[in-house]
Nanobody, 122 residues
């Protein structure tokens, strides 16, 4: 069972990035996926989640209106489209999976991918 996040990079403020999370060893269809980010010295923040069954979604206030989560079950992938990026979006981004409905709390997730670094700087 493995998750792998990718797509991070260095962008300027106002630009966009799309993060991808691919699962191997299990199918995402019945799993909720969460995107989290972490800055050194701070707790891991849940920024967006999507349920497996009904595709209900959650966005933290800090990203609402700028980020969009989506899933492609056929490809076993979940995406995070990030628009209008700000310097405060700079962090290591992680994807995580859990059975059942989504949660914005990192402790509720069982499977984690390695992080991908997003740096927003001019």
């Amino acid at each position: 069972v493995q998750l792998q996040a990718s797509g991070g990079g260095l962008v300027q403020p106002g630009e966009s990035l799309t993060l991808s999370c691919v699962a191997s060893g299990f199918t995402l269809d019945d799993n909720a996926i969460g995107w989290f980010r972490q800055v050194p010295g701070q707790e891991r923040e849940g920024i967006s989640c999507i349920s497996g069954s009904d595709s209900g979604v959650y966005y933290a206030d800090s990203v609402k209106g700028r980020f969009t989560i989506s899933r492609d079950n056929a490809k076993n992938m979940v995406y995070l489209q990030m628009n209008s990026l700000k310097p405060e979006d700079t962090a290591v981004y992680y994807c995580a999976a859990r059975g059942g409905s989504y949660s914005q709390f990192a402790t509720m997730y069982v499977y984690w991918g390695q992080g991908t670094l997003v740096t927003v700087s001019s």
